[in-house]
C-alpha cells in the first residue's frame, strides 16, 4: 500500500472510524447547499465549464466529476446516469462531506490532508462501503497557496483507467490558472516560460506584480520555475527576479510587440515571456496582437494605480531626441486636456496611434476609455453602425439588442479616428454633426444620447488634395484640424541609434545585444518605407537571427532588406561609374570598384554582398582572388 494511503488509515482510525461502519451520508439542507455555492461562488464560476470538459473526456465511462469546497464538501457534480445511481447509496451528492474525518481514507479528504493529487482505489478506502469505488482527486489552490476546493473523478473500481490522474490534475490547473487571471486588478502580470511554445498553456509560468513592480503573487508553475516558495517571494520585485526595471515589461506591453520577451531569471535560467495588463474596472489585455480589446476606463477615476500604468505609456516616453519629434510633443503638451481636436500627419507605420495613446494617457482623461478606429479598414456598409450604433432591430443581421458604437464608447475619453480621410464622404456630415452638436443618434433609433469625447483624428492623405477631388469636406476638415500634427518619418529622423537600442531593448530587456556598425551604417542610408512597423519587425527577426550571438551583423539582417540595401547600394554605384567612365576606368575596374564597395557596405560579409548583388559567392572569390 502506498504510503500516503498507509499515513490516512492511521489518520482514519485515529479519528475513531471503523472500516465495517455505515458512514454518515446525511447532506447539508437545500438551502445550506445555496449558502455553499454562494460562498465558494468564484471557484465554482471557474470550475462548472472545466469539469463539463472534463465530463466529456470521461463520458460513458461509469464515472462522474465531483467539485468540493476546502473541507470536502461536494459543491457540484456531473455524471453518468448508471453510475450516479449506485454513486446516490454512498452519497455522492451536493451537500455531503467527503472529508478524512468523515468517511476515513478517500481521494478527496486525503488530497485536502496531505495538499497533494491522491489516488485511492478500491480496497485502499478506509470504509468497506466504499471498496467498489476508484477515485482521483486534485486539490485547487489559490494564489497564495491555500488549498481553496477539490476536483475528483470517481467511478465504479472496475472502470480505472491510469490516465484518469492525470486528466483531473490538468483539469485543476486550468481552473487554478483562470482563478489567478481573476484574482490581482491594477497588476501587470507575466506569462513565461523556458520553452516559448509552452506560453498560453497550461504549463505556463503565470507571475503578477503591482504597477511599482513588488511580486503579488505566482501561479503554481511561475513558482516552480521561479525555484521559490510563495513566501520567500514576498520581499521580491520584477527587477529582482528578471534583473530589469518593470517599466521594460510596460514598454513591452506597450508597443503591442508580437514577439516575446527574452528574460534572464535571478538562477541565471533563461525563460521568454509575455505582458498582461490589468486594470481595476475588469478591462485587459495582451499584448500581441491588433485583436487586443482597448483599455477602457476604470469605473472610479482617480485610481493612482491605474493611472501610475497608464503614465509609463506617456509622451516622455516617445521623446528619443529627434528635434522635429519634440517640437510635435512641446505643441501637443499645450493643448491637452484644451478640448482642441489633435490632427496627427504621417506616413503610415510613424506611430500616429501610438502618439495618439500617449495624448489621452497623459491628458486629464487618462482614466476613461481610449478608444480607436480605422476608417480604412472597416467596410463601407459597416462603418456607420461602428460609429454610431445602432437600436435593436435596425438592419437584417443586426444583434438583437443592437450596439452602442465606437463614439459613445469613447464617451469620457478620446475617440482616436486612425485614416479619417478614407471615411465615405456621407459620413462626414454625420460625424461633423456630433462634433458640433456633441449628440450621437443611433441608427435606427430616435433618441439622440450626449457624448463627450476628445478627438484625435491621423491620416496619412492629404487632405486638402482630398478636398479638392471632392472626396473630403471642407467644413469637417476645419471642425478637425484644431493642432495639425506631422510625424516625422523615420529616415529623416536623428535618433536612430537611440530608437535601435530601444526596440532591442524591448525585444530583449537584459540589453545584452549591440549592433555592428556597417549594419548601423546601411540602417542610417535606409528610406524605411515602411518607418516603426518595418523596423520593429526587422529587429525582432535580427534578435532571434542571433540567438547567443551579442553582436547583431549583416548576417542577420532577412534577406529582403539585404535586397533593399544592395539595389540601393548597386544604384550609388552606378552613380559613381560615371565618374569612373570619365576617369577612364575599363569594364574590369568598375566591376572590382562595384564589388568592393558593396563588400564594404556588407562588412565584408561575402555572401551578403553575393546576394545583393545577385550573384555568386564563387563570382565574387573569382573576381577578387585576394579574397581567398
Ligand atoms: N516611438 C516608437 N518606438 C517604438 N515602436 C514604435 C514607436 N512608434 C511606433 N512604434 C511601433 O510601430 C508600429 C506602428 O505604429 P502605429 O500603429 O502607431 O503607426 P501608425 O502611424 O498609426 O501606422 P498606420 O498609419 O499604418 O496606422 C507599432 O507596432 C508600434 O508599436
Given at each position: 500500500m502506498p504510503a500516503i494511503i498507509e499515513t490516512s488509515h492511521q489518520r482514519s482510525a485515529s479519528y475513531g472510524l471503523c472500516p465495517g461502519a455505515r458512514p454518515d451520508f446525511s447532506p447539508v439542507e437545500r438551502s445550506d447547499l445555496s449558502v455553499l455555492i454562494e460562498k465558494n461562488l468564484l471557484l465554482h464560476t471557474h470550475a462548472v465549464p472545466a469539469m463539463e470538459t472534463l465530463y466529456q473526456q470521461i463520458i460513458n465511462t461509469h464515472n462522474m466529476v465531483i467539485l468540493t469546497d476546502a473541507h470536502g464538501v461536494i459543491v457540484h457534480s456531473l455524471g453518468d446516469d448508471d453510475f450516479l445511481e449506485k454513486a446516490n447509496r454512498v452519497a455522492l451528492r451536493p451537500g455531503v462531506t467527503w472529508s478524512e474525518q468523515s468517511k476515513g481514507t478517500n481521494a478527496i479528504g486525503t488530497a485536502i490532508a496531505e495538499k497533494v493529487p491522491a489516488l485511492v482505489h478500491a480496497d485502499q478506502h478506509y470504509l468497506a462501503a466504499n471498496h467498489f469505488l476508484t477515485c482521483s482527486a486534485a486539490p485547487i489552490t489559490d494564489h497564495m497557496g491555500n488549498v481553496i476546493g477539490v476536483l475528483d473523478v470517481s467511478g465504479?473500481?472496475?472502470?480505472?483507467?491510469?490516465?484518469t490522474m492525470g486528466l483531473v490534475r490538468m483539469s485543476a490547473l486550468m481552473i487554478e490558472n483562470q482563478l489567478f487571471s481573476a484574482t490581482f486588478e491594477n497588476a501587470i502580470t507575466l506569462h513565461f516560460h523556458a520553452r516559448p511554445e509552452f506560453i498560453g498553456t497550461l504549463m505556463e509560468g503565470i507571475a503578477s506584480f503591482t504597477p511599482g513592480g513588488r511580486f503579488l503573487s505566482a501561479n503554481r508553475n511561475g513558482l516552480f520555475q521561479l525555484g521559490l516558495t510563495f513566501a520567500s517571494l514576498q520581499s521580491h520585485t520584477f527587477s529582482s527576479l528578471f534583473g530589469i526595471p518593470v517599466s521594460s515589461l510596460f514598454d513591452h506591453y506597450r508597443t503591442a510587440a508580437p514577439g516575446l520577451l527574452n528574460l534572464c531569471m535571478h538562477s541565471g535560467v533563461r525563460v521568454y515571456g509575455r505582458a498582461q495588463l490589468r486594470l481595476s474596472n475588469g478591462a485587459h489585455a495582451l499584448n500581441g496582437g491588433d485583436d487586443a480589446p482597448p483599455i477602457s476606463a476604470p469605473a472610479a477615476s482617480g485610481n493612482a494605480a491605474f493611472l501610475a500604468a497608464r503614465r509609463l505609456s506617456g509622451l516622455r516616453y516617445l521623446n528619443t531626441g529627434d528635434p522635429q519629434l519634440e517640437r510635435v510633443i512641446e505643441k501637443v503638451n499645450k493643448v491637452l486636456g484644451r478640448d482642441i481636436p489633435i490632427m496627427i500627419m504621417g506616413?503610415?507605420?510613424?506611430?500616429k496611434e501610438l502618439l495618439a495613446q500617449a495624448i489621452h494617457n497623459d491628458s486629464p482623461r487618462a482614466a476613461g476609455p481610449f478608444v480607436a478606429v480605422n476608417c480604412a479598414s472597416i467596410p463601407e456598409t459597416l462603418i456607420e453602425s461602428e460609429l454610431f450604433g445602432y437600436e435593436d432591430g435596425a438592419f437584417t443581421g443586426a444583434r438583437k439588442k443592437g450596439a452602442s458604437g465606437r463614439i459613445l464608447q469613447a464617451n469620457g475619453g478620446t475617440l482616436f479616428l486612425d485614416e479619417?480621410?478614407?471615411?465615405?464622404f456621407g459620413l462626414q456630415a454625420r460625424l461633423l454633426r456630433v462634433l458640433q452638436e456633441r449628440m450621437v443618434t443611433p441608427l435606427g433609433g430616435s433618441k439622440s444620447i450626449t457624448v463627450n469625447v476628445e478627438l484625435i483624428c491621423a491620416t496619412n492623405h492629404n487632405l486638402r488634395d482630398r478636398i479638392a477631388r471632392g472626396l473630403f469636406r471642407e467644413d469637417l476638415y476645419y471642425r478637425l484640424n484644431g493642432l495639425v500634427v506631422k510625424l516625422p518619418p523615420l529616415r529623416d529622423r536623428t535618433d536612430l541609434e537611440v530608437i535601435v537600442k530601444k526596440i532591442l531593448c524591448t525585444e530583449s530587456p537584459r540589453g545584452q545585444y549591440t549592433m555592428a556598425p556597417e549594419v548601423m551604417r546601411l540602417f542610417q542610408q535606409h528610406k524605411w518605407p515602411g518607418n516603426f512597423r518595418q523596423l520593429t519587425n526587422l529587429l525582432r527577426t535580427a534578435v532571434i537571427m542571433a540567438g547567443d550571438e551579442h553582436e547583431i551583423g549583416l548576417?542577420?539582417?532577412p534577406d529582403d532588406f539585404l535586397d533593399d540595401v544592395g539595389a540601393a547600394e548597386a544604384q550609388q554605384s552606378v552613380v559613381s561609374t560615371d565618374k569612373l567612365i570619365a576617369a577612364g576606368a575599363n569594364l574590369e575596374e568598375m566591376e572590382h570598384t562595384v564589388i568592393l564597395k558593396s563588400l564594404e557596405a556588407h562588412g565584408g560579409n561575402v555572401s551578403a554582398t553575393a546576394r545583393a548583388l545577385g550573384v555568386s559567392r564563387n563570382t565574387i572569390y573569382r573576381k577578387l582572388p585576394n579574397l581567398k
Open positions: 465504479d473500481q472496475r472502470s480505472f483507467h491510469k490516465h506616413e503610415t507605420g510613424t506611430g479619417i480621410g478614407d471615411m465615405p548576417r542577420h539582417m
